[in-house]
């Protein structure tokens, strides 16, 4: 018997780099009962990775004009499901919405649509014309599922399933952690809510309070050289060292090496968005780190206050500073706390998110 087939329309797939692009991979790939095909745009590198995917992948040409590319790759969109005939189409950003909903009138196919959280609040209208179109809506947290029901979404249609995260091949080993007191932060360097700035008037406190503590920074954008230039100005010069892009490997290493992980996330500016869910702190996480995160937005699902991490206010550089010094100074509860949060990424697996999705595949089709 054939498998139900499911048309996957995102603009964000590897190998760009990021958390829904992550996030639309790892579930494409657990499909089981599935046949997926993948409609996603273009990058220069695309052809050396699609080739090594065990699912087909269309990729639009993507011009430099970003309204362009979306606009290509929902006319793509559309012409690859009156060709293949999908069953169900998984639409994984609400800019891909459009074609998914035409694609259910002209050809009644119904369609699942993701939401993370920061598009809800920059596309208020386009998320609402998605999620009251869609037959099932996922969202990523529970503050993304209040989201949803803000801009229409029927309650009945909602289902929150959380991201995943890739477990390390290896169990995180507690030896690994040396000298200096390390804090380190992934995250790219394009939105100020990620915190980088409270990070910077946090760290002087830390050091005044352990001499030899670091700040690791992985990531790269806009905002690095205004973040280098401040680094300067508030002493951290030789303190804190930014790494740029790197590949998994070198970040993973870090991750084994660290003792604290800390990404202080706030609301933005009218209260939208921020951490939709926050997949690094899971992988910190998967690593035996404890985390330091902003106790608002969806890092509130990924985070467990005082059992996997500390949940502070994003905006109180002391109370960020307070928290990392408590970790960095009580070995033993970072360590449990790292523990406990290893013990809860096993319940993270891709494999079981994706299954979990395929569920909502499923049900839709049923």
């Not at 690791?216 to 205004?226: A, H, T």
């Amino acid at each position: 018997m054939a498998r139900p087939r499911v048309l996957v329309i995102t603009p964000d797939f590897p190998p760009a780099r990021g958390g829904i692009q992550v996030l639309s991979h790892r579930v494409v790939s657990g499909l089981r009962q599935c046949e997926p095909l993948v409609v996603a745009l273009g990058t220069p590198d695309a052809a050396e990775f699609d080739a090594g995917q065990p699912f087909r992948i269309h990729r639009s040409p993507q011009p430099a004009v970003r309204a362009l590319a979306i606009s290509a790759l929902n006319a793509d969109a559309v012409k690859v499901a009156a060709r293949w005939r999908p069953d169900v189409v998984l639409s994984t950003h609400i800019i891909a919405g459009p074609a998914a909903a035409f694609i259910r009138r002209w050809l009644g196919v119904p369609f699942v649509q993701y939401l993370h959280a920061k598009e809800i609040g920059a596309r208020p209208r386009l998320a609402r014309f998605a999620v009251t179109r869609a037959e099932r809506v996922i969202a990523v947290s529970r503050y993304t599922f209040d989201l949803a029901r803000g801009v229409g979404a029927p309650k009945g249609r909602l289902r929150r399933i959380n991201p995943g995260v890739d477990l390390p091949a290896v169990p995180p080993a507690a030896g690994e952690r040396g000298a200096p007191p390390t804090v380190l932060t992934v995250a790219r360097l394009e939105d100020r809510y990620k915190g980088h700035d409270v990070m910077m008037r946090a760290m002087p406190l830390v050091r005044a309070k352990l001499r030899d503590a670091q700040w690791i920074v992985i990531g790269d954008g806009p905002l690095r050289s205004i973040l280098e230039s401040q680094s300067v100005g508030v002493g951290l010069n030789g303190a804190v060292r930014f790494l740029g892009s790197v590949d998994d490997d070198v970040r993973d290493e870090w991750l084994r090496k660290a003792h604290v992980f800390a990404m202080v996330s706030r609301l933005p500016a009218g209260g939208f968005a921020g951490e939709g869910f926050g997949i690094v702190y899971l992988e910190a996480n998967a690593h035996g780190l404890p985390v330091v995160a902003g106790g608002v937005g969806g890092a509130t699902d990924a985070v467990v206050d005082q059992q996997t991490g500390l949940l502070v206010d994003p905006t109180d550089h002391v109370a960020v500073a307070q928290a990392l010094i408590s970790l960095l100074t009580d070995p033993g509860r970072a360590r449990a706390l790292g523990e406990n949060g290893a013990a809860r990424a096993q319940n993270f697996a891709w494999p079981r998110v994706a299954e979990r999705v395929e569920e909502v595949l499923l049900e839709v089709l049923r």
